[in-house]
T-cell receptor, first 111, second 115 residues
Framework: RKEVEQDPGPFNVPEGATVAFNCTYSNSASQSFFWYRQDCRKEPKLLMSVYSSGNEDGRFTAQLNRASQYISLLIRDSKLSDSATYLC????????????FGAGTRLFVKA | EAGVAQSPRYKIIEKRQSVAFWCNPISGHATLYWYQQILGQGPKLLIQ????????DSQLPKDRFSAERLKGVDSTLKIQPAKLEDSAVYLCASSLLAGASDTQYFGPGTRLTVL
């Protein structure tokens, strides 16, 4: 089993749609969680951190369920510019940590 | 504020040759990471430095890969000798501190092709 697993995708959605991505992680000692966005042939950039209480940034909502070891990202009112790969990132370990990226979920938003 | 700088941006070599990549992190950032990203996969952590000490190198293939961060600033990653399966983008990232909640900022990467 992979340490961080994401929906395989790709997701093809029309503009204005709501889309949700899921991510599961294997290590219950994981410390912190993030969603990064990666455009084609570009470097990953932080989209948002994921907090236990859930957090929202404009059209983006992230949630964490530690009991189920599950993270989600919800994008509302999708824009063409949201087309990208979304990477789930988990910092695992106690004391020190190791950063583990999921394989990413590709999103295509079409007009 | 200047971002993470990497060079070269592209490199093509033949198998069994050697190659080196350079990274200059954001000024003042204590932690530096090297990742390997193979096409279609997420980045895989190769090595993590805090200042000039190695924090984690458990996924670094030490028979052929080496990395150093002299003086706790710039870093180099070397592959010697290269194999076909080393073809990937090598990403350098840095974070201000060494905490698990710190944001990692990535450089543009070096795209390596091994023929």
């Amino acid at each position: 089993r992979k340490e961080v697993e994401q929906d395989p995708g790709p997701f093809n959605v029309p503009e204005g749609a709501t889309v949700a991505f899921n991510c599961t992680y294997s290590n219950s000692a994981s410390q912190s969680f993030f969603w990064y966005r990666q455009d084609c042939r570009k470097e990953p950039k932080l989209l948002m951190s994921v907090y236990s209480s859930g957090n929202e940034d404009g059209r983006f909502t992230a949630q964490l369920n530690r009991a189920s070891q599950y993270i989600s990202l919800l994008i509302r009112d999708s824009k063409l510019s949201d087309s990208a790969t979304y990477l789930c990132v988990v910092n695992m370990g106690t004391g020190g940590f190791k950063t583990i990226f999921g394989a990413g979920t590709r999103l295509f938003v079409k007009a | 504020e200047a971002g993470v700088a990497q060079s070269p941006r592209y490199k093509i070599i033949e198998k069994r040759q050697s190659v080196a990549f350079w990274c200059n992190p954001i000024s003042g950032h204590a932690t530096l990471y090297w990742y390997q990203q193979i096409l279609g996969q997420g980045p895989k952590l190769l090595i993590q430095f805090q200042n000039n000490g190695v924090v984690d190198d458990s996924q670094l293939p030490k028979d052929r890969f080496s990395a150093e961060r002299l003086k706790g600033v710039d870093s180099t990653l070397k592959i010697q000798p290269a194999k076909l399966e080393d073809s990937a983008v090598y990403l350098c990232a840095s974070s201000l501190l060494a905490g698990a909640s710190d944001t990692q900022y990535f450089g543009p990467g070096t795209r390596l092709t091994v023929l």
